[in-house]
C-alpha cells in the first residue's frame, strides 16, 4: 500500500536546478578485476558469507562485511555531545545561511566538541555540518523542526586521531528518508554484493543532553575506503560528483579527468573508462531503486580512477531509494533501468552524457542486462526484507520520537511497509527487463506496436517515441529517447506548454 505522494517538485527539482547534469556502435571497452572494484584481499571480503543475522546482526561486531565494531547491526548506536553555547550559536547561524549555501561551495567550518559513546569519551574532536540539497531543503521547509546532519573529525585536531580505528564520520540523515535506512540498507546490500559503498549503521543523537534525532552513521569516504576495495590500485583520484576531489585533494590529476569529460564518443570513453565495471555500478543504482545517483540522472556518484583500468563509476548517497519514489513521483518501482526520465514529472531529471553514449549502444544495453542479472542473483528478497524489519524495529522509538522528524508516526510505518513491498516489486520488474533483452517472448513485448520492444525505447505508450523518432517541438518530451527534451525546437515552442 502506497501513501499518498507529497509533490516532487520540491524535492526533486531542487537537485535537478542545483546539480544538473548533461544532457553508434560496437562493444569496445576493457575488461576489468571485477565490478565496482576488484574484492577485497588480506583477509577481508566484500561477500563475507551473508553479511550479517537475519534479525539484523552482525558478526564479530561489524566486521562481517569488514567493518570496524562501531558499525555493530545487531543495537542501535547512540552518541552524546557536548558543545559550548557559542560554538552551538556559530553552527546555527552557518545552518541557517542560505546565501552561502545556494552558491554551491563548501563553507562549512568545523566547531570543537565532546563526544561520548557508551563508557567512552573523546575530547580532541569536531563537527561540521554536511550536505547540500537536503540542508536547503530543511532550512527553507522545516522551521523550528529543521534538522541539521554533521561529519565528525577525530583527526582534526590530531592528524593522527581515530575512533575505533577511524578518522571521521558521517551522521546523514535527510529529511525525505521517512524509513530512516536507505543509506543503510543500500550500503550494506552493496558491500556484501562487492561494490563500492562505505560501512553504516543507525545512531541516536543527543546534543546537550537533549535527544536531537536518528542518523545513518556511515564511513568517511576516503583513502581507508578506497585501499580496502581497490587494493591492487589504492592511489587514484575519487571525484565526488566528477568536480570535488576526495583523494589527492592537494594535486589530483585534472588533466585526465578533463581527457574524461571530453569523451564524446563510445571509442574516446572507452579509453578513459572501465565501461564494464560502471555497468555494474549503474545496475546496482537501479537495483535499489535510486532516484538521484548517475542512473536517474543526477550529481550523486563517485568516480575512482583505477589508473590502466580507467575511471569507473561508484554509488554515491544513496537515501532517495527503495520507496522514495513511490512517495514523491509517480513511477514507484517500475522506473524505467535505460530511460529513467520517460516517466518522470516534468523537469525530468535527464542522463548525463556518457549514459546515453553508452547504453544507446544495443551491444552495451545487453551488456547491461547481463550485469543486472548478475546482480539480481545477489538480490535476495527474503533476507534483505528481513533486514528492514530488524532493523525498524530496532530503532523505532528513535524514529518515531525523532524531533527533527518530517513524517509523522503513520508515514513512517508506510513508508516502511512499501519499502518492503519495493524489494521484492523491484527486483521483478527488473528481471522482465532482463528477459527483454535477452528476447524472451513473453517480456520482449511491443505495446504501441512501433516495431520497439519496451526495454530499448522511452515510451511503450506512444507509437510516436522511439529511438530516432522526429522530436515534437513544445510537448515537453523526449519524444526520440536521446535523453533531451524537445531539442532543436524553437524556444516559444519548447516553452509552450
Known amino acids: 500500500m502506497c501513501l499518498g505522494m507529497r509533490s516532487s517538485h520540491g524535492i526533486e527539482a531542487i537537485a535537478i536546478a542545483l546539480f ?13 578485476a571485477g565490478a565496482g572494484g576488484p574484492p577485497l584481499d588480506g583477509g577481508v571480503s566484500t561477500v563475507p558469507g551473508d553479511g550479517g543475522t537475519a534479525d539484523g546482526g552482525a558478526a564479530d561486531g561489524g566486521g562481517a562485511l569488514g567493518c570496524a565494531d562501531l558499525f555493530d547491526e ?63 531543503e530543511t532550512v527553507e521547509d522545516d522551521g523550528a523542526k529543521a534538522k541539521m546532519q554533521f561529519d565528525v573529525s577525530f583527526d582534526q585536531i590530531d592528524p593522527t586521531g581515530t575512533f575505533h580505528g577511524l578518522h571521521k564520520l558521517t551522521l546523514d540523515m535527510p529529511r525525505s528518508d521517512w524509513t530512516f535506512l536507505h543509506d543503510r540498507l543500500a550500503q550494506h546490500w552493496l558491500r556484501q554484493a562487492g561494490i563500492f559503498a562505505p560501512c553504516s549503521t543507525s545512531v541516536r543523537l543527543d546534543i546537550n543532553g537533549a535527544y536531537y534525532g536518528l542518523y545513518t552513521l556511515e564511513q568517511d569516504v576516503g583513502g581507508a575506503l578506497v585501499q580496502q576495495f ?25 588533466a585526465r579527468l578533463a581527457q574524461f569529460k571530453a569523451a564524446s564518443d563510445l571509442a574516446s570513453l572507452a579509453a578513459i573508462v572501465d565501461i564494464p565495471s ?45 520507496e522514495w519514489l513511490m512517495l514523491f ?8 533501468p535505460v530511460y529513467f526520465w520517460s516517466a518522470r514529472a516534468y523537469p525530468q531529471p ?58 509523522d508516526v503513520a508515514e513512517i510505518q508506510t513508508a516502511t511497509a512499501d519499502a518492503r513491498e519495493v524489494v521484492a516489486n523491484r527486483a521483478a520488474y527488473l528481471q522482465t527487463f532482463v528477459d527483454c533483452e535477452h528476447g524472451v517472448a513473453a517480456a520482449a513485448t511491443d505495446a504501441d506496436g512501433d516495431g520497439w520492444r519496451w526495454c530499448d525505447e522511452c515510451d511503450d505508450a506512444r507509437p510516436e ?3 530516432g523518432a522526429p522530436e515534437i ?25
Open 20 to 32: 544538473g547534469l548533461g544532457g553508434c556502435g560496437g562493444q569496445g571497452g576493457r575488461e576489468s
Open 74 to 136: 545487531g543495537a542501535l548506536q547512540q552518541f552524546s555531545i557536548d558543545i559550548s553555547d557559542d560554538q552551538w550559536a556559530a553552527l546555527e547561524a552557518e545552518f541557517n545561511d542560505l546565501a552561502d549555501l545556494k552558491t554551491g561551495l563548501d563553507f562549512a567550518t568545523y566547531h570543537p566538541i565532546t563526544l561520548h559513546h557508551g563508557s567512552e569519551t573523546v575530547t580532541d574532536v569536531e563537527i561540521k555540518l554536511h550536505g547540500q540539497s537536503s540542508w536547503l
Open 230 to 254: 581497490f587494493p591492487q590500485n589504492p592511489d587514484g583520484d575519487l571525484w565526488k560528483g566528477g568536480v570535488q576531489a576526495e583523494t589527492n585533494e592537494a594535486a589530483p590529476n585534472d
Open 278 to 322: 560502471s555497468l555494474t555500478s549503474w545496475a546496482a543504482e537501479a537495483m535499489i531503486n535510486d532516484a538521484d545517483g548517475y542512473y536517474n540522472g543526477s550529481h550523486n556518484f563517485y568516480l575512482y580512477d583505477q589508473g590502466a583500468a580507467g575511471y569507473v563509476f561508484l554509488p554515491q548517497d544513496t537515501d532517495s531509494s527503495f
Open 329 to 336: 513521483s509517480e513511477v514507484g518501482f517500475t522506473d524505467h
Open 350 to 407: 535527464l542522463p548525463g552524457d556518457k549514459w546515453m553514449l553508452v547504453l544507446a549502444d544495443a551491444g552495451w544495453r545487453m551488456r547491461y542486462a547481463d550485469a543486472m542479472a548478475a546482480l539480481l542473483g545477489k538480490w535476495d528478497v527474503a533476507a534483505i526484507q528481513g533486514w528492514l524489519d530488524a532493523w525498524s524495529q530496532q530503532i523505532s522509538d528513535a524514529a518515531t520520537t525523532d524531533p527533527h522528524a518530517w513524517a
Open 465 to 467: 517515441a522511439h529511438p
Open 473 to 497: 517541438c513544445g510537448n515537453l518530451l523526449d519524444d526520440n529517447c536521446d535523453g533531451r527534451i524537445d531539442e532543436g525546437c524553437p524556444p516559444a515552442a519548447a516553452t509552450a506548454m
